[in-house]
C-alpha cells in the first residue's frame, strides 16, 4: 500500500541520513512527489541541519509556512537549538499549528536553560 510504502521510504531514509546526511538530503530534497519530499524530510534534516544548518536553513526557505512544512520546521529547530537557540527560536516561530508551535518553543527555551 502507499502507506507501507511511504513507512519504509522514511524508515530508510532516516537511516541513510544518520550515516549520510547530504546524500540522503540531496536525494530526498529532488524527490518530484511533493507530498512524499515533506514527508520523508523532517527525519533528514533532523541530521542534516546538525552539520549544514546553512543549507537546510535555504531548502526550508523556499517554502512558505505551512501545515505541510510544520514537522520539517521543527525537526531543524531542534537539531540547531544548541549551536543556535536564537535561530532555532525564530524558526520555531513559523510553525503553522499552535500547540505544536508552543510546545517546540517551550521545549528550546527549556534546553537553553540547562
Given at each position: 500500500?502507499?502507506?507501507?510504502?511511504?513507512?519504509?521510504?522514511?524508515?530508510?531514509?532516516?537511516?541513510?541520513?544518520?550515516?549520510?546526511?547530504?546524500?540522503?538530503?540531496?536525494?530526498?530534497?529532488?524527490?518530484?512527489?511533493?507530498?512524499?519530499?515533506?514527508?520523508?524530510?523532517?527525519?533528514?534534516?533532523?541530521?542534516?541541519?546538525?552539520?549544514h544548518p546553512g543549507p537546510a536553513a535555504d531548502w526550508l526557505n523556499q517554502?512558505?509556512?505551512?501545515?505541510?512544512?510544520?514537522?520539517?520546521?521543527?525537526?531543524?529547530?531542534?537539531?540547531?537549538?544548541?549551536?543556535?537557540?536564537?535561530?532555532?527560536?525564530?524558526?520555531?516561530?513559523?510553525?503553522?499549528?499552535?500547540?505544536?508551535?508552543?510546545?517546540?518553543?517551550?521545549?528550546?527555551?527549556?534546553?537553553?536553560?540547562?
Amino acid at each position: 500500500s502507499p502507506a507501507e510504502k511511504q513507512l519504509a521510504l522514511s524508515a530508510l531514509t532516516n537511516q541513510w541520513s544518520q550515516r549520510h546526511s547530504a546524500e540522503a538530503f540531496n536525494w530526498t530534497s529532488q524527490l518530484t512527489d511533493e507530498s512524499l519530499k515533506l514527508t520523508l524530510m523532517p527525519g533528514v534534516l533532523k541530521n542534516f541541519a546538525l552539520i549544514h544548518p546553512g543549507p537546510a536553513a535555504d531548502w526550508l526557505n523556499q517554502y512558505q509556512a505551512s501545515p505541510a512544512m510544520d514537522a520539517s520546521i521543527v525537526a531543524y529547530a531542534k537539531a540547531i537549538q544548541f549551536t543556535n537557540p536564537a535561530a532555532a527560536l525564530e524558526s520555531a516561530t513559523a510553525i503553522t499549528d499552535p500547540n505544536l508551535r508552543q510546545v517546540t518553543i517551550a521545549s528550546i527555551q527549556r534546553n537553553q536553560n540547562r
